[in-house]
């Protein structure tokens, strides 16, 4: 992974507005500088905060908010090893848990980080000890900060009284990864755009390729859907490097489903820059 000549990649034909944020990408490693979590369920390539800068000036974007990914569990130093590098330009969402000492969440916070976040996906581990979560959520929750929930579409209806039920704003990740083959009338998608109409509720569309395949055709309208019923609370973001994917995703691809998710300027510079500059404090 870190040897990707982004020289030789194709420049997506959509250009980003001015201070366009990737809202949801991960850094990995180097191992052998922030070794990966014993527990992890898999082991990604290496790919440190110098590839994903190469990537974001590649595409044209401008800043980022790196999002601690599951193989490096509770161990944030390589995320906050990012933000330190680009601090006017990253921030950062941390996994917290029950051995995080008190002391961390406000130098975690002096750094940039804004959000714990928490996996619900079977595949990755499942559900979190709700004991933990609460007291997680309870401790970063003085600090301003939001939840983010990464889910399984499945689970969406049943997470759902306990998402009305936080007191704290809380992002979904990845459009919940609603099958886009299910198309925009399945169950899911509407208790997600239920959801969405809390004023507390954020929604990624992020992950296009982990709902669907080239070219992404039918994760377009679902992510469309979900923009058009919170236009002011939605965000995106390339999930580079793309841990456990089904294929290897082109993210100029990515970048170039923008203008039918949000067609108009005034949606994409909300998507793009507003929504996450409110929301992270940029």
Not at 61 to 89: F, K, T, Y
Not at 153 to 165: E, H, N, T, V, Y
Not at 175 to 190: C, F, I, N, S, T
Request: charged share 25%; hydrophobic share 40%; net charge neutral.
């Amino acid at each position: 992974m870190t040897g990707i000549d982004f020289a030789k990649r194709r420049k997506p034909a959509f250009k980003l507005p001015p201070n366009a944020t990737d809202a949801h990408c991960h850094v990995f490693g180097p191992g052998n500088v922030f070794p990966y979590a014993p527990n992890r369920r898999y082991t990604p390539e290496d790919a440190p905060k110098e590839t994903l800068k190469a990537l974001h000036d590649h595409l044209g974007i401008s800043r980022a908010v790196i999002v601690q990914a599951s193989c490096h569990g509770s161990d944030n130093r390589a995320m906050l090893d990012a933000l330190a590098w680009q601090p006017e330009l990253y921030r950062g969402v941390a996994i917290i848990d029950e051995n995080t000492p008190g002391t961390d969440i406000p130098v975690m916070h002096r750094a940039g980080v804004r959000g714990a976040r928490f996996n619900f996906v079977k595949h990755l581990g499942g559900s979190p000890d709700m004991t933990v979560f609460a007291n997680v959520l309870r401790r970063i929750k003085p600090m301003g900060w939001h939840v983010v929930l990464h889910v399984d579409a499945p689970d969406i209806i049943p997470l759902s009284d306990m998402m009305r039920g936080l007191t704290l704003p809380f992002v979904i990740d990845h459009m919940g990864r609603v099958p886009a083959k299910d198309g925009v009338d399945q169950k899911p998608l509407e208790a997600l755009l239920d959801l969405a109409k809390l004023d507390r509720c954020w929604i990624k569309v992020s992950g296009s390729e982990r709902i669907d395949m080239p070219p992404y055709d039918k994760a377009i309208p679902i992510a469309r859907k979900i923009v058009e019923a919170s236009p002011d609370r939605v965000l995106w973001g390339t999930d580079f490097p793309h841990p456990n994917s089904t294929h290897d995703a082109d993210e100029a691809d990515l970048v170039d489903l923008l203008p039918h998710i949000a067609p108009t300027a005034e949606l994409q510079k909300k998507l793009l820059v507003d929504n996450p500059a409110k929301l992270y404090g940029y």
